[in-house]
């Protein structure tokens, strides 16, 4: 079975600090991990996936196996990251898709 | 590109009755189209897979014969909600996924269903 597990449901830091938001994961074999985010009153897309490495709006995530985590992390917060953050996971190539319950990041001025 | 659509936005019916939602792949052929479900504050959950010509897969738990799929072509996928309850409100997401992504999808705006 596969499960994700984003311990925080609501996040508020203030702007230009750090945030991480955390993320673990339950899964056998070798998973792809994904951070998705749904702004307000928007639709939920992509922010990044850890195969492809990438730094998107300045967030990053590294897969770390050892610790089944996947958290996200950017180093100054910006009030436009104000949004709904999910962790998603996904077993073999084009299987289905686990979310975690979200986290709801709010960025103060 | 990748541009996902969903009729109606929202809809509101009586108890009862069936209720259809569409999704449409708008710029691209999507082989596998996924619908989820979501409660207020609550994380996304899969309802069921469909593929292009073949019987949508659900979810455990999720009844196929209530909540009906079919995707008839490679950019529309359809979910009908049959004799509707007011338990069956909630936020209907589709998804889409083109044949050379096979790690990404592309969400719908989502539809809100309310039955009364």
């Known amino acids: 079975a596969q499960r994700v597990t984003q311990p925080e449901k609501l996040l508020s830091v203030f702007k230009g600090a750090p945030v991480e938001l955390k993320c673990n ?5 070798s998973p792809e991990l994904f951070w998705y985010v749904q ?3 928007q639709r939920l897309q992509l922010l990044l ?3 492809s490495r990438e730094s998107i709006k300045g967030f990053t995530a590294d897969l770390n196996k050892g610790e089944t985590s996947f958290h996200l992390k950017k180093p100054f917060a ?3 990251d104000s949004a709904m953050y999910y962790c998603a996971l996904s077993g073999a190539s084009g299987s289905r898709l686990t979310f975690g319950e979200g986290t709801q990041l709010t960025v103060n001025p | 590109g990748a541009v996902v659509s969903q009729h109606p936005s929202w809809v509101i019916c009586k108890s009862g009755t ?5 999704c449409r792949s708008l710029d691209f052929q999507a082989t596998t189209m996924f619908w ?8 996304l959950m899969l309802m069921a897979t469909s593929n292009e010509g073949s019987k949508a897969t659900y ?3 999720v009844e196929k014969d209530k909540f009906l799929i079919n995707h008839a072509s490679l950019t529309l996928s ?3 909600v049959t004799s509707a309850h007011p338990e069956d409100s909630s936020f209907y997401i589709c998804s889409a996924r083109r044949a050379r992504s096979p790690y990404e999808q592309y969400f719908g705006p989502g539809t809100r269903l309310t039955v009364t």
């Open chain 1, 78 to 80: 910006q009030e436009e």
């Open chain 2, 36 to 43: 989820y479900r979501q409660f207020p504050k609550q994380s």
């Open chain 1, 25 to 29: 994961y339950s899964y056998s074999g």
């Open chain 2, 18 to 22: 069936s209720v259809k939602i569409e």
């Open chain 1, 39 to 41: 702004y307000s009153r």
């Open chain 2, 59 to 61: 979810e455990q738990g």
């Open chain 1, 49 to 51: 996936r850890h195969i």
């Open chain 2, 78 to 80: 359809t979910l009908t």
